[in-house]
């Protein structure tokens, strides 16, 4: 659309033009008052989203903290290959004797040998039942039945069992295999009109037997090599004998050789760095609340910050007076709300009572941490619709949405009075150039009549 052709000054002699720019930059101060405002709340807007943002990092390393199998981290080790060592957070430190007599093993049979794997009729018709780990199992055997499709009847039926055609170079048997270890998986066959020679005595290769082993002297059976329950916290993977171990059932006892020596460390280091993480994410909160409310102190923000030095006071109960809360291991507070870890002392009190530094952050069975505190705290702080966070962003985005509608109704507005003053001064305008034309018009006529 074409600008409307401008008469400023055309009859009066007076810039209209720039009398309307300048009252229309007199009411835009009224706009620009309210951007002020905007831009205010924008800042308070940022500050307090990156407190939040701060906030989640920091849960975060409270997540770390608060369980126990992340920060009381073990080291576990062992001087023979013939045992593997794991643990989690509650094994105690220490050291044992293993040794291994027996591995736990699963039982292997074959049948007799036969001429081909895919000929039928070789070992007549009937019924193979099959019993192992409690259960029966009942495999019909026809008389088109080779040994491959029965090893696949078999591997049908159940899974307990594996079975296979085994070639032995000058014929093939049927090999069953168990899949657990274990005298309780031990596997019997009976045959009913058919001669697979499964429940011969001869066919049993490979018993099923339990592990046998000893830690510190004391006997430990187990249906599997993996000892799990043996040593709270520690899991005992067998996976070869102990040189010269041998079990003796009358006296139940092992004896001879060397044993593998099982040792349990704590790892104070990895503790530490956990509660470091902490400490940074703790002052990463605090630098944002300060930062923010050194611009303009917001009271939102300083209940956040007091929520969260509550939360570092926590005194845990059960825990000796001496090792109870986060001072007593050195974290100490800053003038400015920011902490500082003391690594002299915590160093100390983690080689005094590690399991206290532990249990005064993580959840130790019923007993709950400082971190749980803290999680608790934020947790509520940034619930939606009722939290302190939540809230205060709910409130700042209400507010700029609602000045963002004010600033577009004033410069509709604004824009209004500028059309109306350049309409008004243009009908001026064009009536005082009227009024000119036509004095010139009668002193024209004038002059013309005194000539005459």
Do not use: H
Not at 179 to 198: H, M, P, R, W
Not at 230 to 247: K, N, R
């Amino acid at each position: 659309m074409a600008s409307p052709i401008s008469l400023s000054g055309l009859g009066s002699g007076i810039d209209t033009d720039s009398l309307v720019t300048k009252l229309v930059a007199a009411n835009r101060s009224r706009i620009t008052s309210v951007q002020a405002q905007q831009t205010k709340l924008q800042s308070k807007q940022s500050g307090v989203n990156k407190v939040n943002d701060k906030l989640a990092a920091l849960e975060s390393t409270i997540v770390t903290l608060s369980d126990q199998a992340k920060i009381a981290v073990p080291t576990a080790a062992s001087t023979g290959s013939e045992v593997k060592v794991t643990a989690d957070g509650s094994a105690a430190q220490g050291s044992y004797d293993v040794r291994v007599a027996q591995l736990a093993k699963a039982e292997r049979s074959y049948s007799s040998s036969f001429a081909d794997k895919s000929t039928t009729g070789l070992f007549g018709a009937g019924n193979l039942r099959i019993s192992v780990s409690g259960s029966d199992f009942d495999i019909e055997v026809t008389a088109t039945d080779t040994l491959e499709s029965v090893a696949s009847k078999i591997n049908s039926a159940t899974g307990d069992v594996q079975a296979s055609v085994f070639s032995t170079g000058s014929g093939y048997r049927l090999q069953v295999a168990g899949q657990k270890t274990g005298t309780d998986n031990a596997i019997s066959f009976q045959e009913t009109g058919v001669s697979l020679g499964l429940s011969d005595p001869g066919a049993e290769v490979v018993s099923a037997q339990n592990a046998v082993a000893s830690v510190d002297g004391f006997v430990v059976t187990s249906q599997t090599n993996t000892l799990s329950s043996v040593l709270s916290g520690l899991t005992l993977q067998l996976q070869g004998t102990t040189s010269g171990a041998t079990y003796d059932s009358g006296t139940n006892s092992v004896t001879g050789g060397s044993a593998a020596t099982v040792s349990v460390s704590r790892d104070a280091a990895a503790l530490k760095t956990s509660i470091t993480s902490f400490i940074t994410a703790y002052n990463d909160v605090m630098g944002a609340i300060n930062t923010q409310n050194g611009k303009s102190p917001d009271p939102t923000l300083l209940t956040v910050a007091s929520k969260l030095r509550a939360a570092l006071r926590t005194t845990v109960t059960g825990l000796a007076a001496s090792s109870n809360s986060l001072a007593q291991i050195g974290i100490a507070t800053n003038k400015d709300g920011t902490v500082r870890l003391d690594e002299t002392l915590f160093n100390k009190k983690a080689s005094e009572d590690f399991g206290s530094v532990v249990g005064l952050f993580a959840n130790v069975a019923a007993r709950k941490g400082v971190a749980d505190a803290f999680k608790v705290s934020i947790d509520e702080m940034q619930q939606t619709g009722t939290g302190l966070i939540a809230a205060k962003q709910d409130s700042i985005n209400k507010n700029l949405l609602r000045i963002a509608d004010r600033i577009d109704t004033m410069n509709m507005q604004l824009d209004a009075y500028e059309a109306r003053l350049k309409k008004q001064f243009t009908a001026m305008e064009e009536a005082i150039a009227k009024i000119n034309a036509s004095g010139n018009a009668l002193t024209n006529m004038l002059k013309k009549s005194s000539d005459s």
